[in-house]
């Protein structure tokens, strides 16, 4: 069965440190993977995307993920983490060339931000 | 371009009471998907639509119900609610369900109490 997961709940960086989150998934044919990022009381928002090609991925607010199929990993990177970087960031993985409303997400990673 | 609407924002019901969300997608997208989140659980999908069509079902039970609507509205019923039910409801809305180029946004969701 197709699952992912995030085996850091919550981590703490430093403003300025550098960032990575970890997801691993298990799909049995090639996946779509997205990261997602959720504030308190909001909604998601995509932060990037991967569907195939170029396995380093560039997404919005300086975040970048790579796909490594060996591992079956989609770690998530940000170089210089910023304070409004605080909130929750969900990997999600969705069947290749079905549908992409039926996401199965991680359990999810809180990030904090030390000043 | 006004994003995914759902209402009510919070609502707050009691225990064998029914409950009605609704959805309404960005201007053009067809696509609509509902998530329950929950601390214990995280994010689960519930139900895809496509063009009034349910497309995919979670593994929920049949107290869970939605459909669709001709300009693409969604709404979601839970009847006989359970304290289980307690839980944050996002929608999705996309242009179509495949593609690379194609992108859910969720709303901000509905918070659901059960007393």
């Known amino acids: 069965a197709q699952s992912v997961t995030q085996p850091d709940i919550h981590i703490t960086v430093s403003e300025g440190a550098s960032l990575e989150l970890r997801c691993n998934y298990s799909?049995?044919?090639?996946?779509?993977l997205f990261w997602y990022v959720q504030s308190p009381g909001q909604g998601l928002q995509l932060l990037l995307k991967?569907?195939?090609?170029?396995?380093l991925v560039q997404g919005i607010k300086g975040f970048e993920a790579e796909f490594k199929r060996s591992q079956s990993s989609f770690n998530l990177r940000k170089p210089s983490v910023h304070w409004s970087d605080a909130a929750e960031y969900f990997c999600?993985?969705?069947?290749?060339?079905?549908?992409?409303?039926?996401?199965?997400f991680g359990k999810g990673t809180k990030l904090s931000v030390k000043p | 371009k006004a994003g995914v609407t759902q209402t009510p924002r919070y609502l707050i019901k009691t225990r064998g009471q029914q409950v009605t969300l609704s959805c309404s997608p960005i201007?053009?997208?067809?696509?609509v998907s509902w998530y329950q989140q929950t601390p214990g659980q995280g994010l689960q999908f519930l139900f895809e639509?496509?063009?009034?069509?349910?497309?995919n079902k979670g593994n929920f039970p049949g107290r869970f119900s939605g459909r669709q609507f001709s300009n693409s509205r969604s709404e979601m019923n839970v009847s006989t609610l359970e304290l289980g039910d307690s839980a944050l409801y996002l929608c999705?809305?996309?242009?179509?369900?495949?593609?690379?180029?194609?992108?859910?946004?969720f709303g901000p969701g509905t918070r659901l109490t059960v007393l």
């Open positions: 799909y049995g044919a090639t996946p779509y």
């Open positions: 999705a809305s996309s242009l179509d369900v495949t593609g690379r180029n194609n992108e859910q946004f």
């Open positions: 201007s053009g997208h067809r696509s």
């Open positions: 991967y569907f195939s090609g170029d396995t």
């Open positions: 639509y496509f063009s009034e069509t349910q497309r």
């Open positions: 999600a993985v969705g069947s290749y060339g079905g549908s992409q409303g039926n996401l199965i």
